[in-house]
């Protein structure tokens, strides 16, 4: 009577085990078809599971029924542990170190290649530059530049009277310094020269972007006018 | 007989059409114009709220950090801001 209340708990336990395999045996059919929260419970139950099933085994005192079902959900486990890393979520440590060292190898495999896989595609976005960039602008003279501001509507009247009053200003200082005749380099007016190209950016950049990467990109050819005396002289 | 809301439509589409660009939004241009003309001269202000106009090209412009500079253009037509 003992013996056979011991075979009906274990046939019960057995069944229960086949009752628990079907939601986790669709892990096996598809990678991306499985539910994380199966995963997890999965994994969760492998743990828990395991020992009693190895137990069993090498005592092999247990009947036979109850090892064919113990050896289904194992597997399953196996392959619940597998496939956590792939989703790319951040889990618990396997407490079964056997099953973290099985998993590891192919654990490194799907992240390595999700993580090149960008790596691949960004040289190939930044061999491409935009038309505008790749596309060289010619480089603004003063009356160009006097003209595009005057007729750009990123500015107000007032800021343009203003502006214009800073440029004449400055062509003021590099006229005085010509006529001085110093033989020293104008090099002082740099400064100034930089601050009101950094003063016209700052107010077109939003409104008017074109007209500033223009400007921004003939900075050194306004300079190289204004620096040189002679071109500086048929400005004028 | 025009039903009513012909009517309205009718009016709405007529004072759509004629109708000029509105106070706030020339206000709006003015408040960022006086900002403009206010950074660009090396002034403390933030950004312009309000603005009050005295003439042609003359107001007195409210900043945001509670200074007030009236901005003209002089005889010599250059652009000034006075702080009041």
């Given at each position: 009577?003992?013996?056979?209340?011991?075979?009906?708990?274990?046939?019960?336990?057995?069944?229960?085990?086949?009752?628990?395999?079907?939601?986790?045996?669709?892990?096996?059919?598809?990678?991306?078809?499985?539910?994380?929260?199966?995963?997890?419970?999965?994994?969760?139950?492998?743990?828990?599971?395991?020992?009693?099933?190895?137990?069993?085994?090498?005592?092999?005192?247990?009947?036979?029924?109850?090892?064919?079902?113990?050896?289904?959900?194992?597997?399953?486990?196996?392959?619940?542990?597998?496939?956590?890393?792939?989703?790319?979520?951040?889990?618990?440590?396997?407490?079964?170190?056997?099953?973290?060292?099985?998993?590891?190898?192919?654990?490194?495999?799907?992240?390595?290649?999700?993580?090149?896989?960008?790596?691949?595609?960004?040289?190939?976005?930044?061999?491409?530059?935009?038309?505008?960039?790749?596309?060289?602008?010619?480089?603004?003279?003063?009356?160009?530049?006097?003209?595009?501001?005057?007729?750009?509507?990123?500015?107000?009247?007032?800021?343009?009277?203003?502006?214009?009053?800073?440029?004449?200003?400055?062509?003021?200082?590099?006229?005085?310094?010509?006529?001085?005749?110093?033989?020293?380099?104008?090099?002082?007016?740099?400064?100034?020269?930089?601050?009101?190209?950094?003063?016209?950016?700052?107010?077109?950049?939003?409104?008017?972007?074109?007209?500033?990467?223009?400007?921004?990109?003939?900075?050194?050819?306004?300079?190289?006018?204004?620096?040189?005396?002679?071109?500086?002289?048929?400005?004028? | 007989?025009?039903?009513?809301?012909r009517t309205a439509a009718l009016i709405f589409s007529l004072?759509?059409?004629?109708?000029?660009?509105?106070?706030?939004?020339?206000?709006?241009?003015?408040?960022?114009?006086?900002?403009?003309?206010?950074?660009?001269?090396?002034?403390?202000?933030?950004?312009?709220?309000?603005?009050?106009?005295?003439?042609?090209?003359?107001?007195?412009?409210?900043?945001?950090?509670?200074?007030?500079?009236?901005?003209?253009?002089?005889?010599?037509?250059?652009?000034?801001?006075?702080?009041?």
């Open positions: 009577m003992r013996t056979i209340g011991i075979l009906l708990i274990a046939l019960t336990a057995a069944c229960a085990g086949v009752k628990q395999a079907p939601p986790a045996s669709t892990a096996q059919s598809g990678l991306l078809l499985v539910d994380p929260w199966l995963l997890g419970r999965n994994q969760d139950r492998t743990v828990a599971a395991e020992p009693p099933r190895s137990e069993a085994i090498r005592e092999a005192a247990a009947p036979a029924p109850s090892a064919a079902p113990t050896h289904e959900p194992a597997t399953i486990a196996i392959q619940a542990v597998k496939i956590e890393p792939a989703a790319d979520a951040p889990a618990a440590p396997p407490k079964n170190q056997h099953a973290a060292k099985a998993a590891a190898p192919t654990a490194k495999a799907p992240a390595m290649a999700s993580a090149s896989a960008p790596t691949v595609e960004q040289p190939r976005k930044s061999e491409e530059p935009p038309a505008a960039v790749r596309k060289p602008q010619p480089p603004l003279d003063i009356a160009t530049l006097k003209t595009r501001l005057r007729e750009t509507n990123a500015i107000g009247v007032f800021t343009k009277l203003a502006l214009k009053n800073q440029v004449d200003d400055l062509l003021q200082q590099f006229r005085a310094h010509y006529l001085s005749g110093q033989k020293t380099s104008v090099a002082a007016l740099r400064q100034p020269y930089d601050m009101l190209i950094l003063k016209v950016l700052a107010l077109i950049q939003d409104s008017d972007p074109s007209l500033a990467q223009t400007i921004s990109g003939s900075r050194e050819a306004i300079w190289g006018i204004l620096a040189d005396p002679v071109k500086f002289n048929s400005l004028s | 007989m025009i039903a009513p809301a004072a759509a059409l004629f109708a000029g660009p509105s106070p706030a939004a020339e206000d709006a241009s003015l408040l960022k114009d006086l900002t403009a003309v206010i950074m660009l001269l090396g002034l403390p202000c933030g950004q312009v709220v309000s603005v009050q106009r005295h003439a042609d090209n003359d107001h007195i412009a409210t900043c945001k950090d509670g200074n007030r500079y009236r901005v003209f253009v002089n005889a010599e037509g250059r652009v000034v801001a006075q702080k009041q």
